[in-house]
């Protein structure tokens, strides 16, 4: 099955900074990769998919990029309610779904 | 608007077996795949199931397969979890979830709340 690897695990941001996430996929996936943010006690909220396609309504502060194997999401000018944990799933039709450890962005 | 409700969660002792329900509206419920995403407490997301629009291909993680069946009722915009012979690492909030896709490889765009499965003795 193919595995998903996330890093950091935890990544301390001020408001402002422009944080990277990367996701990297034990083989490639194409571009069956989706980005998601949870925040504590809610469930996740679907922010990316295929890679770089914004879902409706999520700010273009956000974005996607990569595909095969690495992956990245950058989220430019950290808001103060874009401190959550996001999550990296692959969704290819020849492995079962998986998702990232997560990455926790936290106050620095 | 797109609302997912899931229900059947509790406490149950290891061996048992527990159902859970999922019920959707708020868009067309047999075009799109379902998914059953756990999470447990203080860790990450982890992927059950998922079933094609019309039932026609059921994907299962390796942790459950044998042990979960997913199935789905068009006519009542339901799709369900049978758990069976649980154990102690199956404890989770249990997260429904549609896909955006006919098929279960697609993303996820609406969540449930979640139903809480207990297993402990």
């Known amino acids: 099955d193919i595995q998903m690897t996330q890093s950091p695990s935890i990544l301390p941001a001020s408001v402002g900074d422009r944080v990277t996430i990367t996701c990297r996929a034990s083989?490639?996936?194409?571009?069956?990769l989706a980005w998601y943010q949870q925040k504590p006690g809610k469930a996740p909220n679907l922010l990316i998919h295929e890679a770089s396609t914004l879902e409706g309504g999520v700010p273009s502060r956000f974005s996607g990029s990569g595909s095969g194997t690495e992956f990245t999401l950058t989220i430019n000018s950290l808001q103060p309610d874009d401190f959550a944990t996001y999550y990296c799933q692959h969704y290819s039709s020849y492995s079962p779904v998986t998702f990232g450890g997560g990455t926790k962005v936290e106050i620095k | 608007e797109v609302q997912v409700v899931e229900s059947g969660g509790g406490l149950v002792q290891p061996g048992t077996s527990l159902r859970l329900s999922c019920t959707a509206s708020?868009?067309?419920?047999?075009?799109?795949?379902m998914h059953w995403v756990r999470q447990a407490p203080g860790k990450g997301l982890e992927w059950v199931s998922g079933i094609s629009w019309n039932s026609g291909v059921k994907g299962y993680a390796d942790s459950v397969r044998g042990r979960f069946t997913i199935s789905r009722d068009n006519a009542k915009n339901s799709v369900y979890l049978q758990m069976y012979s649980l154990r102690v690492e199956d404890t989770a909030l249990y997260y429904c979830a549609k896909g955006k896709g006919n098929y279960y490889d697609s993303s996820v765009d609406y969540w449930g709340r979640g139903t809480l499965v207990t297993v402990s003795s």
């Open positions: 708020g868009f067309i419920f047999d075009d799109h795949a």
């Open positions: 083989q490639s996936i194409s571009r069956w």
